[in-house]
Structure formats: C-alpha cells, structure tokens
C-alpha cells in the first residue's frame, strides 16, 4: 500500500512564496510518476504539474510556468511543489497523487492520492 502525505500549505499574500512538500511510504516510489493538482473551492479538480519517476520530464499548466516547480528526493520519498508569486487565483487546495509510468495530467491515472493541504494567497 501506498500512502501520501502532504505539507506546507497556509495563508500568504500575493506575490509570496510556499513550498509544498509530499511524503510517500511504501515501494516503488522512484518507479512511480508523481503529479499535483489542485481543487479550488466550487470548481473541478485541475492538474498543476508533474514529474517522471527518472527526473528527466516534467509538466506544468500553462497557469504556473515560470512560477512553480515541481522536483522530487527518490532517496527520501518526498516530491516537492515550490510556488513562487503566488496569485489569489492559485488559492485551492493542493492535492499530491503517485501514478503510472508516464507523466500525464488526466486524474484518473494516478493511483495515490494524499488528503490534500490548503493554500490561500491574500490580495
């Protein structure tokens, strides 16, 4: 069984910072593409990015690039989403999945998901 935990949301202002961090247990962590979504409050589920199990391919929403990155630690199970100029809009909460072996942004592809953490950007 897989199991994911999600950490470092919270409240900060526009153009802040906030890195999110996601604990994995369980095997295959480093086999295992890992992507972030988010759910704002009333709306759909959105894909935020993604990262293949090598490191070597990552995916973004046109909404975030230049402003989040997404990384990973294979040698300590965690994947991390740092979140630079942050806009009110990005507030939801954010959502770690471990999926398959491609990097994709459709949800229903990732097996794990963790409980979620909030993050909400102040004007």
């Known amino acids: 069984q897989v199991q994911l935990v999600e950490s470092g949301g919270g409240l900060v202002q526009a153009g802040g910072s906030l890195r999110l961090s996601c604990a994995v247990s369980?095997?295959?962590?480093?086999?295992?593409?890992m992507g972030w979504f988010r759910q704002a409050a009333g709306k759909e589920r959105e894909f935020v990015a993604a990262?293949?199990?090598?490191?070597?391919?990552?995916s973004y929403v046109d909404s975030v690039k230049g402003r989040f990155t997404i990384s990973r630690d294979n040698a300590n199970n965690t994947v991390y989403l740092q979140m630079n100029s942050l806009k009110p809009e990005d507030t939801a909460v954010y959502y770690c999945?471990?999926?398959?072996?491609?990097?994709?942004?459709?949800?229903?592809?990732?097996?794990?998901w963790g409980q979620g953490t909030q993050v909400t950007v102040s004007s």
């Open positions: 999945a471990a999926g398959g072996t491609i990097v994709t942004s459709i949800p229903s592809l990732y097996r794990y």
């Open positions: 990262i293949s199990w090598s490191d070597g391919y990552r």
């Open positions: 369980g095997r295959s962590f480093s086999r295992y593409a």
